[in-house]
Every structure is written in C-alpha cells, then in structure tokens.
C-alpha cells in the first residue's frame, strides 16, 4: 500500500510505503540490528516489560535528525532504565554507534538497513528515498500503540513535549 501527500521532504511530496500505524493497535514485530560488541538484534519482544519511545530518523549524519536524537536522550536521561528508547534510522549499526560516542548519545540505536521490515511494518519507509521518515512511536510495556506522530515535513522536528507526555502517562 502506498499513501501520498502525507509528507513532504523540502517542500516536495513523497510517497510512504505501508499502512499507517494507528494509536490503540499492537505494533508490528520487527528485527532491527545494532553494534555493541558485536553485531546484535533488537525486536520488539526486547522491549515489551516498559513502556518505549521509538524515535525514527532518516539519517543520524543530517542536522535535525542528530538533534532529535540529542533531545529525546536528554529529555529521557531522567527516567534512566524505567523506559525502553530507541533511534531508528537506515544508516548502517557502526555509523549510529560512531554518531552516539562522537555526540555523547546514550540512547540505543538500530538499523532498519538489511531488510527494511520495520519500515515496511510501520509505514514508514519513503518510497522515492528508500529512507525512513520522520516519526515518533510510544508503546506500552505491552506493545500497544499509544502515541504516533509521522511528521508531516521530514525536515520538521516532531512534537517532542507530545511524545514524552505520552511516555510519560504509559504503563
């Protein structure tokens, strides 16, 4: 399922790829990866037992997706280990773990580069870019959707008091 005109990327319309992820559905599975010591999975199961914010990015090496990912790190700092938060972006596992020493970045980060599933899942991924779109997901310790804000200009920052109210009244 493709769906245009629900975002733009400078100003020009682009198309995402899948269905849109409504708040109160289950989130779809996934298979991300990451580097830490190693290369690692993370699915969704890995963070069912806390409530988690997925910050979804097209690329960490671009200016407001390394300030949305400094944000929500500071922003969560606070709530330490009671949460579960994630960047996700297409760039590969060594560049996101090279971006998070470089900036001081504690907050995980995996990619969406080998198979594309979670942006397929989520639909997120942008067709003429084969990147994934600006994006905020809030999930209970369950995996149910509470929150989701695709943002509408990918070089928009996103509602980022929304997302940490809902994080924050999650359970």
Known sequence: ?????????????????????????????????????????????????????????????TGVCAIQTKKFNESLGALGDSINAVTISRDLPFAQARFCGAENVSMQTASDYQTGEFGAAYGMTIDELKLLTRAVVVLDSKGTVLYAETVSEVTSEPNYDAALEALKNAS
């Not at 020009?12 to 109160?24: D, I, K, R, S």
């Not at 991300?32 to 914010?53: C, N, R, S």
């Open 1 to 61: 399922m493709a769906r245009s005109g629900v975002i733009t990327f400078k100003g020009n319309p682009m198309t995402l790829q899948g269905e849109e992820l409504t708040v109160g559905s289950t989130a779809p599975d996934f298979t991300l990866h990451y580097y830490k010591d190693g290369m690692q999975k993370l699915t969704l199961a890995d963070l069912k037992g806390k409530p988690a914010l997925l910050s979804i990015v097209p690329s960490l090496d």
